[in-house]
C-alpha cells in the first residue's frame, strides 16, 4: 500500500482549520462513507485516481467502517484490530469489503473483513469490539516538557524547504494536520534517531461519532510510522533507493477521544532487518491519557 496520504490546506474558519482543511476533511469523512450494496458487502472509493496504488491507512479506514457497520449493540466500540496489506490497492477502481459477523457475544463482538479488487484479496482485517466496562486503570505516561502543537510549524510551514523535492505531494489539501515535534522528516539525512514524536488531529470539526472518530486515528496511523524504522540509519522514506509498504498493522484502543483534538503521537524504531521494519507508537490526548497502541511491520528494502 502506499506510503503518502492526501495533503494539507490554507484560509481561517472559527475552529482554528481553513476552509480548505475543513472542505479536505469532509471528503475523508465521505471516504470513508462506503456503500452498502448488499448484506455485509459494502463498496469505497479513492478520490485520487491519480496515484499509483491506494494508501494503506484508507484501506484500513474503510475496512474498520466495513466492520462497525455490521454491529447492532448500541455503545460496543472497537477495542482493536489486526490487519494485513496483501497487494497493491488499485485507486482507479472501487474496493469491495466483505464482513464475516464472526461472533456476538454478551460483551465482545468480532468481525473479519476482507477487501478485494479484481477478483483478489488486497487486505485483510479482523477486529474486536467491546461493552465499555469498569475496572482499574493503569496506563504509560505521556512525555513531559513537550512544545505546544500550535507553536509549531505546520506541514507546509515546516516542508516549505523541500517544496521542490516533494512536487504535487507537497501542494495538496490535507485532512490531518500533522507537527513534527523534533524536525522535519528529512533531517533524518542528518541525525540518526530511534524515534520521532508529532502532534496530529483532523484538520477542522468531526461529528460527534465515535466510530467516525476511531476510523480517522486509523487512517491517520498509518500516515508516519513505519518511516520511523528508518530513523536510525539516516535515511527517509523517499531516498531513490529505499522501497517501503505497509505490510500488517494493529492497533488497541483503550479510552474516548475525539479526531478533531490535538494528540500526541509518540513512535519509535524497534527493529529493522532482513527487508522488514517494525515500529510502534502511542497516541495520547493533550491532557494525557492513553488513547491508542499502534504496531506496524513494514517492506524496509534499501539498495534495490
Known sequence: MDRRPDAEPDGPTPDGATASSQEALDQLVELLDLEAIEVNIFRGFSTDESRQRVFGGQVAGQALVAAARTIDEPGRSVHSLHAYFIRPGDPAIP?????DRLRDGRSFGTRRVVAIQHGRAIFNLQASFHDPE??????????????DPESLPDFHTRMAPHAERLADWYHRPRPI????VDRDPFA???EPATGQQVWLRADGRLPDDPVLHACIVTYASDMTLLDTTLLPFAMSWDSPDV???SLDHAMWFHRPF???DWLLYQQRAISTGTARGLAGGAIFTSDGRLAVSVVQEGLARVGR
Not at 134 to 147: A, C, F, R, T
Open 258 to 260: 475525539r479526531a478533531d
Open 134 to 147: 469498569p475496572g482499574p486503570d493503569h496506563q504509560i505516561e505521556m512525555p513531559v516538557g513537550l512544545v
Open 188 to 190: 533524518a539525512e542528518h
Open 177 to 180: 494536520d500533522v507537527r513534527y
Open 243 to 245: 522501497q517501503m509498504a
Open 95 to 99: 474496493i469491495l469489503y466483505e464482513v
